[in-house]
């Protein structure tokens, strides 16, 4: 089995391409060739006698990505994207990565049938958001509610779905959307999205750092770890789609946690030193960014589909401290 | 004030535009100019002194686009479309005209902008389809279900909807999708359409000819006469569009009528002789595709920013036979 990461250099990506190295199958069939796709090259270790290719390109070049298809992989993750923040900031650039880029792979694939007269229709996971969702919302979003996107980031995702399905339904390609919730806890420094310090609150005060938080302790939000995104992906690429029927875009299982929640998770995890360097500057602008994000959700069709997430937020912090333990050791 | 109407030879577009020559202003703004763009060049009879340029070129080439907005037009309507079937038959064609088209002229308003430091911010009033929900839906679709479409040409619609709803958020255009329910009475010759019965079994018998329905009298469906639809688009060419905020697109209000309920119209306005030429054919293929249509909506967004549909099936009619009169007389 031949697979294509697009976006292997991401945090996500790379996740899954160690564990997909790490199992050396997906499903029930072994893995011969990873694909490594991304804007910078992935450095992936070799495992289970995978090849690995790693390439360095432009996601949204459809030269490139007619070669990445040509090959014909059996299974695409695509997970190449401009951030929300960035897409906001450079609206021709959003356009061209995360909505001709998803085109131009969706039509990549069809040629290949087209052209050839061939019967390649290969498994398609995109990585979709719940930023196709805008304010104002129900407190629980249902799987049926509409897309009304407040941000350039969120359209381009709801565009992507819309074209999955419709290249799904004819045929061309046999495709699933997995809307992530927010992933806490990112590993790595801290940035400057808006999101960033739902990760940072946890992430900075368990490595002895102080951390921000710029919003009140009754914010909501939606949320999973990197391991269970890593864990959507995988179940996405191995699960029958035909019991979607046409509706190929599924909103993720999360943890709808408050703020004051997750304080209380990290002190009953690593006591209330490590809570004491959670330093409250409250925020206006970010502020307003965050309430006007979704809180909480039904997620009814994904876990019929099989999805699961965290089981709590304590889960979600032992799993990032083993996993940091895990880094140290390696280096 | 300059209008640019783009699909103007098509039947809603034709009907557009004699109305505006006819009224001579949009609002309270007398009309100087009307550029009746179309792939074939559409047939306007001057009045009220209204400069009357004719076109006829490809909405989805970017440089015709680009020329189109150059002019700055005050308002814009955008009637083109590949209909559903023919999309649904010619998936390249259907994206190249009902989504590349829309997003060239988004991008050629933003671009005048852009470009020239320009404070241009055209009103665009996009004609959208109730094709962009499919089955499984409620009963009554309401304002915040979701679009889940079962068509390319459905799918191209949504994905119009996006587009207009993000470039008008960010400033670069003052947009308005409107959904439009089946319009009915449809004049002229009976067409392939899998909807063309609904006017079908309305306009021979009126002719006296026979039509053929081939679905059954319960089949309930959405509609809205012509008139109404150029009042739709009337009203959303003028009414202040920021109450809509970030949400842009609204469901036109319509009649949700059963067959049975369009015959006892009929038979009231015209009597039994006019019903007797409706011959019942049963087609499962047609009666399937018919299954998966809208029923029922409830628009209450665009009942409150106050566009209204017609009060009963038998002014639909009447207007037809009104209609009819008229192009009889004008011959």
Do not use: C
């Not at 408050?258 to 990290?266: F, G, K, N, S, V």
Request: glycine share 8%; hydrophobic share 45%.
């Amino acid at each position: 089995m031949r697979i294509l990461i697009i976006g292997a250099a991401g945090m996500v990506g790379r996740r899954l391409a160690d564990r997909l190295l790490t199992d050396g199958k997906l499903g029930s069939e072994a893995i011969k060739t990873i694909h490594a796709f991304d804007v910078v090259e992935a450095s992936l270790t070799p495992a289970n006698g995978i090849q690995i290719e790693t390439e360095a390109g432009d996601v949204a070049d459809e030269k490139t990505v007619e070669r990445l298809i040509a090959q014909k992989p059996d299974i695409i993750f695509h997970l190449a994207a401009i951030v929300s923040g960035e897409a906001e900031l450079a609206f021709e650039k959003g356009y061209r990565i995360n909505m001709n880029g998803s085109r131009h792979l969706l039509e990549a694939i069809r040629l290949v049938g087209e052209n050839r007269n061939d019967a390649y229709r290969p498994r398609l996971v995109f990585t979709s958001s719940i930023a196709v969702f805008g304010a104002p919302f129900p407190e629980k979003i249902d799987d049926e509610f509409f897309r009304a996107p407040l941000t350039s980031y969120g359209t381009q995702k709801a565009i992507g779905e819309l074209l999955l399905a419709d290249y799904t339904r004819k045929g061309f390609v046999d495709g699933i959307g997995i809307r992530l919730p927010t992933i806490v806890v990112r590993p790595g420094k801290p940035n400057k999205a808006a999101s960033g310090f739902f990760s940072g609150i946890i992430r900075e005060p368990l490595a002895g750092q102080d951390a921000v938080l710029p919003v009140s302790d009754d914010v909501r939000h939606w949320v999973a770890s990197p391991n269970a995104a890593v864990g959507f992906l995988l179940h996405a690429g191995t699960m029958d789609l035909a019991q979607l029927g046409a509706r190929r875009s599924l909103t993720m299982p999360g943890l709808s946690v408050t703020i004051a929640e997750m304080i209380e998770a990290l002190r009953s995890v690593a006591g209330d030193q490590v809570v004491a360097h959670i330093k409250r500057e409250h925020d206006p602008q970010i502020a307003a960014i965050v309430d006007g994000w979704p809180r909480d959700f039904r997620t009814e069709r994904a876990e019929q589909a099989g999805f699961t997430a965290d089981s709590d937020f304590e889960a979600i912090i032992r799993a990032h401290i083993a996993d940091e333990e895990k880094r140290k050791t390696l280096r």
